[in-house]
């Protein structure tokens, strides 16, 4: 049974930062790339960032590029968001989510004064 667990959001002011963590079970980690997806009230979900399986390649939407950084142990089965410099509009759900497509249940971020 595959099972991905978020962890680590809350509310931080503006230029604050957290990271977040993902526990996954159920399948094999080292070989699946991943990503963190986010969704905001009334928006679309957003691909934020992504890494490959062996953490040598990630690619970042451009909103977060140079303040967001993925990483990965693949050890502890953990993926990791490091998440500096937020800003209100980072606003949202975040997800883990497997190459495969299974994702969490996901940890709310909110940035608020």
């Known amino acids: 049974q595959v099972k991905l667990v978020e962890s680590g959001g809350g509310l931080v002011q503006p230029g604050g930062s957290l990271r977040l963590s993902c526990v996954a079970s159920?399948?094999?980690?080292?070989?699946?790339?991943m990503s963190w997806y986010r969704q905001a009230p009334g928006k679309e979900r957003e691909l934020v960032a992504y890494?490959?399986?062996?953490?040598?390649?990630?690619n970042y939407a451009d909103s977060v590029k140079g303040r967001f950084t993925i990483s990965r142990d693949n050890a502890k089965n953990t993926l990791a968001l490091q998440m500096n410099s937020l800003k209100p509009e980072d606003t949202a759900v975040y997800y883990c989510?497997?190459?495969?497509?299974?994702r969490g249940q996901g940890t709310q971020v909110t940035v608020s004064s």
């Open positions: 159920g399948f094999i980690f080292s070989t699946s790339g």
């Open positions: 890494i490959n399986a062996r953490g040598a390649n990630t």
């Open positions: 989510q497997s190459i495969a497509g299974f």
